[in-house]
């Protein structure tokens, strides 16, 4: 990526994160940011998942979304899954990295969800063509 500057909310939060062949992965829900040499700011990671998401919700609805999602991790420690930046190869419509969905390993929410309730879902299925 250029050293270039942007609009963070219009050019990156809740993004559709894809892989290079285009599957998606999840959305941008918060960045991980750091100081520059310069003072200003640089982005580190982009960030994703429920407990990224729930603090930029308000009031109960972000805080049950980070219990929910605390309380239902197998980690210990959860924290949000983490993309460093430095797999970012293009920012437009969508965010395209250079890993593809499973090397990258992050998306195991989104898979279970649409394994378990979307595709149960009565029309949920694309027809076959």
């Known amino acids: 990526m250029t050293d270039e500057t942007f609009e963070l909310k219009l050019r990156l939060l809740d993004r559709q994160v894809v892989d290079p062949d285009g599957a998606m992965i999840c959305k941008v829900d918060d960045v991980e940011l750091a100081r520059a040499d310069d003072g200003g700011f640089v982005v580190t990671a982009l960030l994703a998942g ?31 899954r983490r993309i460093p930046f430095e797999r ?42």
């Open 50 to 80: 429920p407990l990224a998401l729930g603090p930029r919700l308000p009031g109960r609805l972000g805080r049950w979304t980070v219990a929910l999602a605390r309380r239902w991790s197998e980690d210990p420690e959860p924290q949000p």
């Open 88 to 129: 970012v190869t293009e920012l437009g419509s969508a965010v395209v990295l250079d890993r593809s969905r499973d090397e990258l390993g992050i998306a195991r929410l989104e898979d279970w969800m649409r394994t378990h309730v979307i595709e149960r879902i009565p029309g949920s299925r694309h027809a076959s063509e």
